[in-house]
């Protein structure tokens, strides 16, 4: 029963009749736009004042078709207000980074996840709890002490200090934990009965099937690292080893920062995730199943 | 024969090896600043080539996030050896002992007399704990108003003659400047420089007579009457009152060098020209903009200007030996060259040798300022500065943004500044 | 269970199997989770100075004590708790209202879903600048309203007045979380068989009851699950406030309890008393988090 619910497509199922009538049908359609349209307005607000002149962007009525088109932001904001392109690499060290992260997290929190469920032992159930309680530390409250157990290994502004402490997530082991308590035993048996070692179970009977679920949580830790802001401000010491939100940060803050640099570096901030969410959408839509599907 | 090459190999791994060992690395983090940047590599290179032995490794952060990096760094017993930060920011370290006093032989000084007479009075106090000093000056500044002449003569003022002198008349003249569409701001006649209150509000209450603490050390916000009228002041200033600026609205700094008719007048110090002179070089001193004094009240008892305020370079007390003394090396060696600091970051570090030089005299309205940093206090600095800001910054932000009765809100202002100096939370 | 360490029974060997597989995860968390919060545990009973080279000084409960009596504190609780009520319930009722029009369209699915969850993929920091300049007085948040309004030039103080300030940042995070929640909502409503549905509407039930009697109930886990993750968000807020306070808008309405924690460790050095705010941070969404399991636990059938 459950693996047949994890196979329905992000489409889901859908009603013969809605709750209300034509009528409702009607309103659905347009409160389903409005919300469209107010949810995307600040996205659009961003990409098209990125080609506007600084005083256009502030300025009383807004236009939106530029009045305009001013291309110079784009060559500050890539060039940044002292001229030494950190820009570039500041996005690369963040797609190198949560990348990495992303990986690590997948493979481990798969593991975990195969441990807690399949190979089943005794105390696995007081495992799990340990590792889903972690999930409510605010990062604050952690943040000096494990500043310091990272400065202690010598990893403070080093790409190793940035991935380090987000190898796994909670959030990671507990979703591919849910995820693999559906599994068929009847798979792991048979390559069993066939001699299969277990790590090779796990590579080559696990892995390959629970791909959806697998990209769903790459794309949410890529995400939810790109983002990350308050980590690298604590590690980095260095331009060259500057995250993206780190760079925006500096880059909002300094004195000779115009409102139209400003959002064509919020533009190509945004860019890369986008590109990223637009071309693998079909795993994430279909993959949020695992979300509810799991709970049943 | 056949060994030579790898005997000559190892000869030159070994005097790498025993150079790299040598060698002194100080590690040096300072905020960001294009023109400063540029001056302090080349003095690096220069510097380095003087002194084998010594290499600089130098990060800039923002001034934003400075403090904090500093401070986790520090926490983690891993701070850079040379840091630099806003006086009020740096005073904790020197009372925690985390800085070394300043070595004035090897900052090339000689004594600590000599050290002390080598800048304007008093502008080493600041660092200056039981009589030793902790830092050396990398920037003083004191702010006074920027006026954009532009925006005046479009109004049909004359910026020469019309210029505020007073916070009365700065209230009407700004009221005059400003131009809205509705209640909503496109031009403020003058703004200030939120949310630095320790600047330019204290010395406001100063100048009727108020304090922010008392003699005793204990008792805060002296004198209600004075400190009531500034307060019912910021009222009038905001949305509530005549709306001519708030903390909301832009940062009027971050506007005026580009003279895109949104701002009149701002506060800045001396480093500001060498800014305007980058981002817009077509506005000019003396035909596009101007300086003037920090105004007075009417009925002023004192003569009080925007408060100084700086940057001291400091060293690290748990760095080694020999890398303090490297590190005091280099900050005497890039203290010498005062006058370029002045010349191309606009940066004045008050040395006598800079105060006394033509580049200074001829600097555009540098009299200015220096008639107001002799009638300027310091800005207040102590264990809990941080917090008093923010006691100044909520009773700010109370009667400006939600429109509360000064009388009530000093009251909560007197109680957070109190509790702070006692070291409550 | 095991006779020699060479013949071990299956079950003994998937169980060490399960703890290898396991062991990385317990380390990784032990060392930079559990190590790092019995540490803040330890540190909130000790008065410390960040800077001081001083050891931390042990001083029992007073630091919970302290915050007990202190305006400042209940005042970040008020902020978070006003936060997270004026979020966290808009998030869940909007995201299961739109999840519920979007699965029942014919067309378009994917393009609402893609849409909706645009913000999510926008970095926070980006979100926040751009906001900004939407809420500031010039921009077209207020040329919006006024518009809609049939008025012009009244600004509605987006970020200057405590009520609206409090409104923008709940405008700001809700604005960024709606797609998600709307997503997962969707997949639990892809969850529910057609069979039972099939089978109600042949009793007789007509669309508002199949919804009601049928559908919400049988989507219990996913509100359960989504309304505990948009309360935890929600409480652990902390770059919106920050970047808000950081760029002019006042600091006392929405003075979060992790911006708290963060000013009292990194600007008032007090990282003793920082770590006990964040300890009781840490008790109370345990405690909500737990009781809203209860809750629902106890209303299945």
């Known amino acids: ?296 | 024969m056949r060994n030579r090459p790898l005997t000559a190999l190892s000869f030159a791994l070994a005097m790498t090896f025993t150079i790299a060992l040598a060698q002194v690395e100080v590690v040096y983090w300072t905020h960001e600043d294009p023109n400063r940047t540029a001056l302090e590599q080349e003095l690096i290179e220069q510097f380095q080539a003087e002194n084998p032995g010594i290499v600089i490794s130098r990060v800039t952060h923002p001034s934003n996030a400075l403090a904090q990096l500093i401070l986790t760094a520090f926490a983690a017993n891993r701070g850079p050896d040379i840091f630099n930060m806003e006086t009020f920011n740096e005073y904790p370290y020197i009372v925690n002992q985390r800085v070394a006093p300043v070595d004035p032989v090897a900052a090339g000084f000689g004594s600590y007399d000599a050290f002390y007479a080598a800048y304007l009075e008093g502008m080493i106090d600041p660092v200056t704990l039981d009589r030793l000093p902790y830092g050396i000056p990398l920037e003083l500044t004191n702010w006074a108003i920027f006026l954009n002449m532009n925006v005046f003569r479009g109004a049909g003022l004359d910026p020469l003659t019309d210029y505020p002198k007073t916070w009365e008349e700065m209230l009407e003249i700004a009221d005059r400047l400003t131009v809205r569409d509705g209640e909503i701001i496109t031009r403020r006649g003058f703004d200030f420089r939120y949310p630095y209150y320790l600047n330019f509000m204290v010395p406001m209450a100063q100048q009727l007579g108020g304090q922010l603490i008392g003699d005793d050390g204990e008792s805060a916000i002296v004198n209600d009457e004075a400190w009531l009228r500034v307060l019912a002041y910021f009222r009038e200033w905001g949305p509530h009152g005549r709306n001519l600026g708030s903390p909301t609205y832009a940062n009027a700094r971050a506007l005026f060098n580009f003279d895109n008719d949104d701002i009149g007048m701002m506060e800045s110090g001396q480093y500001q020209v060498a800014r305007i002179a980058n981002d817009n070089p077509g506005f000019l001193p003396g035909e596009g903009w101007m300086v003037v004094p920090f105004p007075v009240w009417e009925d002023a008892v004192e003569d009080a200007a925007g408060a100084y305020y700086g940057h001291y370079w400091m060293v690290n007390a748990q760095s080694t030996a020999d890398e303090q003394e490297a590190a005091w090396k280099f900050i005497g060696y890039m203290a010498q060259f005062a006058e370029d600091f002045f010349e191309r970051a606009g940066l004045l570090q008050a040395s006598q040798a800079v105060l006394d030089s033509d580049t200074f005299k001829n600097h555009p309205y540098s009299d200015i300022f220096m008639s107001d940093l002799a009638r300027a206090p310091a800005i207040y600095y102590g264990d809990a500065s941080p917090q008093i800001r923010q006691a100044l910054q909520d009773a700010v932000e109370a009667v400006m943004l939600q429109n509360r009765e000064p009388a009530e809100v000093l009251v909560t202002l007197r109680a957070s500044v109190e509790r702070a100096l006692r070291g409550e939370y | ?301």
């Not at chain 1, 889901?12 to 347009?30: A, C, S």
């Not at chain 1, 640099?261 to 190509?268: C, E, L, N």
């Not at chain 3, 009781?280 to 969404?285: I, K």
């Open chain 1, 1 to 296: 029963m459950a693996l047949q619910t994890q196979q329905v497509h992000g489409g889901g199922t859908r009603f013969r009749h809605t709750p209300v009538g034509v009528m409702g049908n009607v309103l659905g359609w347009m409160l389903l736009c409005f919300a469209v349209l107010l949810v995307l307005t600040p996205v659009a607000f961003m990409f098209i004042a990125s080609f506007m002149p600084a005083r256009d962007i502030l300025k009383l009525p807004f236009s939106w078709w530029p009045q305009t088109w001013y291309f110079e932001n784009f060559w500050h904001a890539i060039q940044g207000n002292d001229g030494r392109f950190i820009f570039p690499r500041a996005l690369l060290n963040s797609v190198f980074v949560a990348g990495t992260i992303a990986v690590t997290t997948v493979l481990l929190s798969t593991m975990a996840g195969y441990g807690l469920t399949k190979l089943r032992f005794r105390g696995a159930g007081i495992v799990f709890m340990f590792i889903l309680s972690t999930l409510m530390i605010p990062f604050e409250t952690v943040m000096i002490p494990l500043y310091v157990v990272v400065t202690n290994l010598g990893l403070q502004n080093s790409y190793a200090g940035l991935i380090v402490p987000f190898l796994l997530s909670a959030f990671g082991v507990f979703l591919m934990r849910q995820s693999l308590l559906s599994f068929p035993d009847e798979l792991l048996d048979a390559a069993r009965i066939d001699g299969a070692s277990e790590p090779g179970i796990f590579f080559r009977v696990v892995l390959p099937n629970m791909w959806p679920v697998m990209a769903v949580l790459a794309i949410l830790t890529f995400e939810a690292q790109w983002d990350n802001l308050i980590w690298p401000l604590l590690v980095v010491q260095s331009s060259e080893l500057k995250t993206m939100p780190l760079y925006v940060v500096t880059f909002m803050e300094e004195k000779s920062t115009n409102e139209g640099a400003m959002v064509a570096v919020a533009a190509i901030s945004s860019i890369p995730m986008l590109i990223i969410f637009f071309t693998l959408s079909q795993y994430f839509l279909r993959g949020a199943n695992v979300f509810s599907a799991g709970k049943e």
């Open chain 3, 1 to 301: 269970m095991a006779r020699s360490a060479k013949r071990l029974t299956v079950g003994a060997r998937k169980a060490l199997w399960g703890w290898a597989f396991v062991v990385p995860a317990l380390a990784f968390f032990g060392l930079f989770a559990f190590y790092p919060i019995i540490n803040a545990l330890v540190l909130s009973l000790h008065s410390k100075n960040v800077l001081s080279l001083r050891p931390p000084r042990f001083v029992g409960f007073q630091n919970y004590v302290d915050l007990w009596n202190s305006a400042q504190f209940w005042n970040s609780w008020k902020a978070t708790g006003l936060f997270t009520v004026s979020t966290a319930v808009p998030l869940v009722l909007v995201s299961l209202l739109l999840a519920t029009l979007i699965v029942s369209r014919l067309r378009l699915q994917r393009f609402f879903q893609m849409a909706l969850y645009t913000p999510a993929v926008i970095p926070g920091v980006v979100a926040a600048a751009i906001w900004l300049m939407l809420l500031d007085p010039r921009g077209i948040a207020n040329q919006w309203v006024n518009f809609v309004l049939g008025v012009s030039g009244i600004d509605r103080k987006w970020l200057a007045s405590p009520d609206m300030v409090r409104l923008s940042t709940v405008l700001v995070y809700f604005w960024g979380k709606l797609g998600f929640f709307t997503i997962i909502f969707i997949a639990g409503l892809g969850g529910i068989p057609t069979s039972v549905k099939e089978a109600a509407r042949v009793d007789g039930a007509t669309g508002f009851q199949l919804y009601r009697y049928i559908t919400l109930p049988l989507l219990k886990p996913t509100t359960l699950l989504v309304s505990i993750m948009a309360m935890i968000f929600c409480m652990r807020t902390f770059s919106t406030q920050y970047l808000f306070t950081q760029s002019g808008a006042p600091r006392e309405p929405i003075n979060v309890v992790t911006l708290g924690i963060y000013t009292t460790a990194i600007r008032d050095y007090q990282i003793g008393l920082a770590s006990a705010m964040s300890i009781v941070l840490l008790v109370v969404m345990f405690v909500l988090a737990f009781l809203q399991f209860r809750a629902s636990r106890t209303q299945d059938g």
